[in-house]
């Protein structure tokens, strides 16, 4: 059974930066993509980022050239680097994993537990 688990969440004030880790456990997911999603409250789940296992890497728009995603197989860890955070980025995220690329959160098979990441004005 894999397991996820998310950390790194906070509040920060608008401007500042977090790091976001997913540390996975149970398989070795090398080869699967892994995606960052968020979900605020009254919203639907997004999609944020996500990277296959050759390290190619996707993002939405709101989040290009702000958020960077990466991994460490050797670690078994996703992590979500994200800079120039804003109110709207407020949000619990949530990493997911999945064996081919998507953005649809519904397709991913494993889920963390999410972590709350908050963005004060």
């Known amino acids: 059974q894999v397991q996820l688990v998310e950390s790194g969440g906070g509040l920060v004030q608008a401007g500042g930066s977090l790091r976001l880790s997913c540390a996975a456990s149970?398989?070795?997911?090398?080869?699967?993509?892994m995606g960052w999603f968020r979900q605020a409250p009254g919203k639907e789940r997004e999609f944020v980022a996500a990277i296959s296992g050759s390290d190619s890497t996707y993002y939405a728009d709101s989040v290009k050239g702000r958020f960077t995603i990466s991994r460490d197989n050797a670690k078994n860890t996703v992590y979500l680097q994200m800079n120039s955070l804003k109110p709207e980025d407020t949000a619990v995220y949530y990493c997911?994993?999945?064996?081919?690329?998507?953005?649809?959160?519904?397709?991913?098979?494993?889920w963390g537990q999410g972590t709350q990441v908050t963005v004060s004005s």
């Open positions: 997911a994993a999945k064996r081919t690329y998507g953005r649809r959160w519904y397709e991913y098979e494993y």
């Open positions: 149970g398989r070795t997911l090398s080869t699967y993509y």
